[in-house]
């Protein structure tokens, strides 16, 4: 056979072989397969034996977060409220910043009136938001022992579903990362700010307030104290005072939400969220962990005493969620960080390399499971299943081979 005759043949082939490869997975090229490849960047970063240079590990890493923006930003037609959001879109377009301060959710109508602004529409808003919470996520997962590690318990709920689902709450979520890495460096009022802001998004944060009562150094408590004891009139007075002063304006600027939050979460059962008991137990299982490991981890680890609080409301939240399904469910997710804070760091509480693997493995396998149910059997997956995107290298996988 000549080299041409062979050439020939063998392109042949290749053809037949790629095309019965695009034939096969052509459904799940429509529906699933650009979540699972992303679901698998950081499995590789993760695993992958070959090392790179601090360099280039970076550019990988940026490269992947990049990526995620893109992915959460310019998704076209992607979850459960896209209709709800491009109605809220078009109205602010129509009718201006008059009807931004009159919405519940001020910070995500003002996005929407500056994409309005600048023209970018409704992906633009997705972008802007996407940036915020996946800029929040990444400087949360980088404080975890194991980053890509955190990003793998973090892309089967936290990304695919609040990060592209929930726009609003994402943005308040994004902003709470943020504060629980102040909150880890003890910037209380950092911690407090954060919050602020995410309530002008979702003010379901305010919940996650108290949290900063939990970093009170002690020392500084008992100084407060005798200096109060000394002279309480001209301490207590002025702080009573402003504390009224504080709840006050707190009761008048969140009052009418509550009481909407109250009625469209808990009182209308038609709003109950279908695997609400399902993701509050993800919550409780390494709450538990940390609350019966908790000599182990503080031997391992400097854990910070808010940590327990938020382990303790996650392993008691699953007994709620038949009191007021979606309103628990809401609030929950500001504590899924318990599953990336404690099983990025199982790994690392075991010596050996061997059983550390292992639980590595099986972490992955737990999550990647956990991602291929809900994509296969939850409720509303159809409104994320096909992925769909505004930009080309979302809608187009080269399976065939270009003709010579």
């Known amino acids: 056979m000549s080299f041409c005759e062979l050439g020939t043949t063998t392109y042949n082939c290749l053809t037949d072989l790629f095309d019965a490869i695009d034939s096969s997975v052509a459904p799940l090229k429509k529906s699933m397969i650009y979540y699972w490849l992303l679901f698998c960047l950081p499995v590789v970063g993760l695993l992958s034996p070959v090392y790179l240079s601090p360099r280039l590990r970076l550019v990988a890493y940026s490269s992947f977060v990049m990526l995620i923006v893109l992915f959460i930003g310019f998704r076209h037609q992607i979850g459960g ?34 994409s309005a602004q600048i023209g970018w529409g409704i992906y633009g808003v997705n972008v ?28 089967p709920y936290l990304v695919v579903v609040v ?13 709470i990362l943020y504060g629980f890495v102040l909150l880890e460096d003890r910037r209380r009022w950092g911690f407090v700010v954060a919050v602020g802001l995410a309530s002008v998004f979702h003010k379901t944060s305010i919940a996650l307030l108290p949290l900063m009562l939990f970093t009170v150094n002690l020392d500084q408590v008992r100084i407060i104290v005798k200096l109060v004891l000394k ?12 504390g009224l002063a504080i709840i006050y304006i707190l009761w008048r600027i969140f009052y ?13 059962t038609q709003w109950d ?9 993800m919550n409780a299982v390494p709450g538990a962990a940390l609350l019966l490991f908790a000599k182990i981890f503080s031997n391992e680890f400097r854990v910070n005493p808010h940590w327990y609080v938020i382990a303790s409301i996650a392993v008691v939240s ?51 499971l956990v991602f291929w149910v809900w994509l296969n059997y939850a409720n509303h997956s159809y409104n994320w299943v096909p992925y769909t995107s505004i930009l080309p290298m979302f809608n187009w996988i080269p399976y065939s081979i270009p003709a010579f």
């Open 273 to 281: 969220s279908h695997g609400a008991f399902v993701r509050l137990a």
């Open 318 to 368: 699953p007994f709620f969620a038949f009191i007021a399904t979606t309103a628990f469910d809401r609030v929950a997710i500001y504590f899924m960080v318990i599953q990336i804070y404690v099983w990025s760091r199982i790994p690392m509480i075991f010596q050996n390399r061997d059983a550390s693997a292992a639980i590595t493995i099986g972490i992955i396998l737990v999550y990647g």
């Open 81 to 114: 409220d896209w209709a709800n959001y491009l109605e809220q879109f078009n109205r602010i377009h129509d009718e201006g910043i008059r009807i931004v301060f009159n919405r519940r959710s001020i910070g995500y109508g003002l996005v929407n009136w500056i």
């Open 163 to 175: 990060g592209m689902g929930y726009t609003a709450q994402s943005v308040a979520v994004g902003l």
């Open 128 to 155: 802007i938001c996407g940036t915020v919470f996946v800029s929040g996520l990444t400087l949360f997962c980088n404080r975890q022992p194991v980053p890509w590690l955190s990003w793998i318990i973090a892309l």
């Open 256 to 268: 009418d939400d509550f009481q909407i939050l109250i009625e469209y979460y808990v009182e209308r």
């Open 231 to 242: 002279r309480p009139l001209p301490i207590l007075i002025p702080v009573a005072l402003s």
